[in-house]
Structures are given as structure tokens and as C-alpha cells.
């Protein structure tokens, strides 16, 4: 079955606020135009606790400090941010900023002494996600499982029902397994096969095994990815999950930020704002995970984004 509806135009506004930023600093003089010397980056890192390291921009001028930790992609905007790395090791963490002379960036490598020991707590989202060795995910067999709408959670433009935990068999028994390591083992296993969708494989509406994912789609098929989880971000400030490598997906595979792309995965992680964790569900021992990524901005007409929303249940 192919689901057709209108998407958003997307605004770029990390370029905007570079555009704004380069016309601020120029300064017309005739017919020539300067630019103030380029921002020379710093930070600084100190650990707050067992896991945890508070990054300070200690660039030289007014900037806009983005973060990037380079192993996971974990990503924090501010001059002042705090990462939970969660085990030791060794970090190398990325800061580009922005100010009235251009961009530019800084790596330094940045130590955690100990591991956070309460980091696998049910309470936490990378505890919920991944237990404190591993956790297995399907799709939850109800409807509502997966939808699409103008917003997170929301299944205004089209939603799966009852009948679909049946038709779409081969999504239902897809295994989502996340492993508590420094590594953030993530296993997708999709039981050899997967439900064409109008876009995937031979391009039916039904069931096909998974050696028809041939050239790009072959991406989504089974295998060994990479996670990392981020607290207190993404819309309901309950985290965000990045799944981290070439055809890492969670439910619809043509879904990813900014947009949905059928002949293959267009970048190298999809990132999922978490939406709501829900313990031992009606006291039945199992949990809910549900999650949205965003494939559209902000329509300034509508003032809506475009969303998938995936909602999971955890299984032994």
C-alpha cells in the first residue's frame, strides 16, 4: 500500500543564522566589503560527575557554539552545555562556531574517568532503551503502532489499524535490540523479509523476502549499527535516539530527518526524538517506547512539521 500526502517546505536555519551573521559583519566602504577576522575556537571541559563533562566555549569572540561528539554524533548547542558520556574512555568532542568573522571549529580529546553507575536505571533514557546489558524492541502488534501526521504523535494523514498487525506481519516481527556498552550496540533483525510498502523491493503491496532489497535498499536490510541516546533534548525534553550507520532505521525505512527517500538511506544516522516511555504497561511486564522523527521543518504558513511517530514494545 502506497501512503500519499503533502509534506512542508524545509527552512534551513542553521544557514540562515550564518547568512544573517556574514551581513551583520560586512562593512561597505566604496565598492569594498571586510569581514572581521575569523572567531579563533576554544572550550573548556571539566567533569561534573562519574560520566559526565560540562563544555565551556571559551572562544574569543561572541559566537554561536554548536557541539558534536564524534564518536556517537551526540550533538548540544550553548556556550555552556553539559554531556552525559555515560562510560570512560577517551572523547574526542567538536566545536564549530559561528560569529561576525565566519566559522570555524576546534577537536580536542576530552577523558572520563568512570563510568555513570546510574545510567542504566529505568528512569533514564538509555537505561529504558537498553536495560543495563540488553533490550529487545518490535513494533507494538496494536493500532497506532506506527503514523504519519503534522506533528509528533499525531496520525492525521494516515495511521496503521488493527488489521494492519496481520498485513504487515513482516514489519511486526522486526527485532529492535540495544545493548548497554560504550560500543551502543544496536541490532536490527528483520526475520528475512519485509513488507514492500509501493517503494521497496519488487514494489508490492504485500510481504517479500528480504534478498529482494537489492542496490541502495539493500542498506535496510539486517544488521549491526551503532546508538547513542541524549537526556533532556528532543520536543518532550525526554531525549533523543541516534541510530548511528548506513541503513540504521526503525520502522518505515524511507523516513529520516528532513525527509523520506525510497530508493535507499541518504545519510549515515537517523535521530528520533523520544516521545514517551511507559513501564510494565497495565501491569502485563512489558514496556512502551515511543518515538518521532521529524521529516520536515516548520511550515511558517501552518506553523506544523511533518512527522513519523513509531511506538514500540519491549519483548524478552
Known sequence: ???????????????????????????????NLSLDDLPQPDFEAIETGPGRVQLTNKTNTP??????VLSSGQTLEGDVVEANLIFEGLYDIQLNVVGQGGMASITKSVTISENDPEACANDRALGFIAS?????????????????????????????????????????????????????????DNKGDFFADGYLGNGTSGCEPAANLTGEQALWNSGTFRFSVTEGTGVNRLGQLRLVGRGAHIGVKKAHNGGETVSGPVNDFVLYDILEMKSNVNGQGYDIL?????????????????????????FE
Open 1 to 31: 500500500m502506497t501512503i500519499d500526502y503533502k509534506i512542508p517546505k524545509k527552512m534551513k536555519v542553521w544557514g540562515a543564522m550564518l547568512l544573517l551573521f556574514f551581513i551583520q559583519s560586512c562593512q561597505i566602504e566604496g565598492e
Open 63 to 68: 559566537t554561536i557554539a554548536k557541539w558534536t
Open 132 to 188: 543495563c546489558d540488553q533490550k529487545k524492541w518490535k513494533l507494538n502488534p496494536e493500532a497506532g503502532a506506527f503514523k504519519v501526521g503534522p506533528g509528533p504523535d499525531n496520525g492525521e494523514w494516515w495511521s496503521s489499524g488493527v488489521a494492519d498487525v496481520t498485513a504487515r506481519a513482516c514489519e511486526f516481527n522486526d527485532e529492535f535490540v540495544f545493548s548497554f556498552n560504550a560500543e551502543g550496540t544496536f541490532a536490527y
Open 290 to 314: 515511543k518515538i518521532g522523527v521529524r521529516i520536515s521543518e516548520v511550515d511558517p504558513a501552518t506553523g506544523q512539521a511533518s512527522w513519523w511517530t513509531f511506538t514500540l514494545r519491549s
